[in-house]
């Protein structure tokens, strides 16, 4: 009842998508993805994040999530962010439904700005990066989050585990950003 009543708010316009991201991650978001023409975001939530990113990048915004059905059948949020981008006239976004690896192997544009946020468990975070990462044009960027304990993620993450052991010596990228848990990278 309580998502059914979220829905109906957001949908007329009188509350907001949830997210974890916060503002000052936004901001860093914006500079990093202004101009993409290929954007990528795994993981959707309620759009939120998505909307925004569209907002602010020259093409198109494919979001990957495998949107859940929840306890009606009804998968909420889908319906929540498809709402949210129709209310502010956002039409750059394509939906892709399912999971992050079963989709990848379908996805041929080079990639200009990745956005992680999907599954933060370590092995999902570990193939997110195994199967997106050659998508991403030389000099592209990809944006994690999750990446660092902050106010908005306060849990350690496999994502964090990731970053600490895994990313941070990766020779095909840079890291070039940071702000709160979300961490940018510059593919070399």
Avoid at 4 to 19: S, Y
Avoid at 156 to 162: I, N
């Amino acid at each position: 009842m309580k998502t059914f009543l979220h829905f109906c708010a957001v949908a007329g316009g009188f509350a907001e998508p949830a997210t974890q991201v916060t503002n000052r991650e936004l901001a860093v978001l914006r500079r990093h993805c202004a101009g993409a023409r290929v954007a990528v975001e795994i993981g959707c939530f309620e759009g939120r994040t998505t909307a925004f990113l569209a907002r602010h990048v020259s093409g198109t915004v494919y979001t990957i999530d495998p949107f859940p059905p929840g306890r009606l059948g009804v998968p909420y949020g889908k319906l929540i962010a498809s709402r949210y981008l129709a209310r502010h006239r956002i039409a750059n976004v394509r939906f892709i439904v399912g999971l992050s690896h079963q989709v990848a192997g379908d996805f041929h544009e080079s990639i200009d700005f990745l956005f992680i946020d999907g599954d933060h468990t370590l092995s999902a975070v570990e193939r997110d990066w195994k199967d997106w990462l050659p998508k991403v044009r030389t000099n592209g960027i990809v944006a994690a989050h999750d990446c660092r304990t902050a106010v908005n993620s306060p849990g350690r993450l496999g994502s964090m585990e990731f970053y600490d052991f895994q990313l941070t010596r990766m020779p095909e990228i840079e890291e070039i950003d940071s702000i709160d848990s979300l961490a940018v990278f510059r593919k070399r």
